[in-house]
């Protein structure tokens, strides 16, 4: 799930996935869905991530899929949808990287697209990232994007935590750590786990004798927004080491906060987005998946969003 709000029309939009079909919405002022489309790509490949993002200069809003399927001859089958006619049209399409909309300008709109490499070891190439444009209904390559060695195109926003200056690159590594950067410099990494989804990503290799399995897992988008109204973001990511839990970081007089709060949803949270509030705190929504088997492999997900009191 993703959630944005137009820089054109104003509109307040939600993006949904069940891994085989996305679903696009609008939030009207009275916090009612109303349906705009529905589109199912084909059966090859099944859907782990969806985002907004607005990709053309005329404010049009895009939806990102990235997909994924185990064949060797499909592995990453990435597209952009957006809208024609009050139908969902293919922008692009058959894109073999990890995709990835980013707030890079403090736009308070995903209008930057980034693409990182497959990697047969490690699912995500170390260091990579290469900004692209929406060129003709193609993607063209615009350079090469300075990002860490253990950046990975999942879980990761762009967010002013550090104030005024370069905004900073937050994202979860492979060890569940939140990691915040400026640039190839470091200045924060997490002690306690975060993130953890529900979607695994198997890849085959033949490293060791018989072949291997290793699994992935697309981490949930970190949230940057606003709580306080100062200006100033926090990020508040999921911890579904414990369900229920999300982590709010932000920078005080000492240094980055990590806190740890209960949120009160009782289920994985998969996805968190914000509508911002008329003259008060944004409302936050969220994804939560309620298990009904041991294995976790069956359950329910309610989309909550939360009121703020006066």
Do not use: C
């Amino acid at each position: 799930m993703d959630i944005a709000i137009g820089s054109k029309d104003r509109i307040v939009r939600m993006a949904v996935t069940d891994g085989e079909r996305v679903w696009l919405y609008r939030i009207t002022p009275e916090r009612v869905l109303e349906p705009e489309w529905t589109y199912k790509p084909d059966s090859r490949a099944r859907v782990f991530s969806v985002q907004l993002a607005e990709l053309s200069s005329d404010s049009t809003v895009h939806v990102v899929v990235n997909r994924y399927s185990a064949i060797q001859a499909i592995l990453v089958n990435s597209l952009i949808l957006t809208t024609k006619e009050q139908k969902a049209v293919v922008a692009v399409d058959e894109v073999n990287e990890i995709l990835i909309a980013v707030d890079a300008n403090g736009d308070g709109v995903n209008k930057t697209l980034w693409a990182q490499s497959f990697a047969q070891t490690g699912f995500f190439k170390q260091g990579d990232a290469t900004r692209m444009t929406l060129r003709n209904g193609k993607l063209v390559s615009d350079g090469k994007v300075r990002v860490p060695s253990s950046f990975r195109a999942t879980g990761a926003t762009f967010s002013n935590v550090n104030g005024k200056g370069e905004r900073a690159l937050a994202f979860i590594d492979e060890f569940n750590r939140l990691r915040i950067a400026v640039g190839n410099d470091e200045t924060f990494r997490s002690s306690a786990p975060v993130g953890t989804g529900m979607a695994k990503l198997g890849v085959e290799t033949q490293i060791e004798r018989g072949g291997r399995t290793y699994v992935y897992s697309p981490e949930p988008m970190p949230l940057s927004v606003d709580l306080d109204g100062d200006g100033i973001e926090e990020i508040v990511v999921a911890q579904n080491q414990i369900p229920g839990r999300l982590a709010v970081i932000y920078k005080g007089p000492a240094g980055y906060r990590f806190q740890t709060v209960n949120s009160g949803f009782e289920g994985t949270v998969m996805a968190l987005g914000a509508v911002p509030g008329e003259g008060g705190p944004p409302s936050l929504v969220a994804a939560v998946v309620r298990y009904t088997n041991f294995r976790q492999t069956e359950g329910e997900t309610q989309i909550i969003m939360t009121t703020s009191s006066e």
